[in-house]
C-alpha cells in the first residue's frame, strides 16, 4: 500500500514563503512524475508544478518566477518552496505520484491548507 502525505502548510502574509513536503512510503520500485496540484471549494483541481523522474520541470503560469518544485528520489519526498504568496494562491494542495507499486498507478496525497491572508 503506498500513501503520500503532505505537510507544511499554514497561514502566511501575503508576500511570505512556505515549503511544502509530500513523502511517499510504502511498497514502491519506481516513482515517475510526481506533481503538486490545488484545489479551492466550488473549482477543480489544478495543476500547479510537475516534475519527471529526471528532474524536468513544469509551472503554472500562475507560479512561475514564484514558485519552485523539486524531489529527492532517495528520500521519496517532493518539495514545493513557494515565495511572494498571494491571497488567490489560497487552496488545498495536493501531491500526485505516478508509479510503480505492485503495479503501475497513480496516487494522491490527502492534502495540506494554504491559507494566505493578512
Known amino acids: 500500500q503506498v500513501q503520500l502525505v503532505e505537510s507544511g502548510g499554514g497561514l502566511v502574509q501575503p508576500g511570505g514563503s512556505l515549503r511544502l513536503s509530500c513523502d511517499a512510503s510504502g511498497t514502491l520500485f519506481r516513482l515517475n512524475d510526481m506533481a503538486w496540484y490545488r484545489q479551492t471549494p466550488g473549482k477543480e483541481r489544478e495543476l500547479v508544478a510537475a516534475i519527471t523522474s529526471r528532474g524536468t520541470t513544469n509551472y503554472a503560469d500562475f507560479v512561475k518566477g514564484r514558485f519552485t518544485i523539486s524531489r529527492d528520489n532517495i528520500k521519496r519526498t517532493m518539495y514545493l518552496q513557494m515565495n511572494n504568496l498571494k491571497p488567490e494562491d489560497t487552496a488545498v494542495y495536493y501531491c500526485?505520484?505516478?508509479?510503480?507499486?505492485?503495479?503501475?498507478?497513480?496516487?494522491w496525497g490527502q492534502g495540506t491548507q494554504v491559507t494566505v491572508s493578512s
Open positions: 500526485r505520484l505516478q508509479g510503480i507499486g505492485f503495479s503501475p498507478s497513480e496516487w
